[in-house]
């Protein structure tokens, strides 16, 4: 069946950068789409001017769809979903 992996929980310092990475099993070329839950919110989807999607060949050919978010602060602190647009 057609999954979607991602990493597990990280710990950084503030103010540091972060690349949190999502693959998926799908045949195809998937779409995928990240959602953040902050302590005690609702699920929201991550907006692009959020974070910064990295876009690469590379990134393409292994069906991986990255985020990166810059100098982090501890209001970032949050659980953070990797989930597939349709079905594959």
Do not use: H
């Amino acid at each position: 069946s057609n999954s979607v992996k991602q990493m597990g929980q990280i710990t950084i310092s503030e103010g540091a950068s972060v690349t949190m990475n999502c693959t998926s099993t799908c045949t195809g070329y998937p779409t995928l789409f990240w959602y953040v839950q902050y302590p005690n919110k609702p699920l929201q989807l991550l907006q692009r001017e959020t974070v910064e999607k990295a876009k690469t060949l590379e990134n393409i050919k292994e069906k991986n769809s990255p985020i990166v978010k810059y100098s982090v602060q501890v209001s970032d602190s949050a659980v953070y979903y990797c989930l597939l647009e349709t079905l594959c």
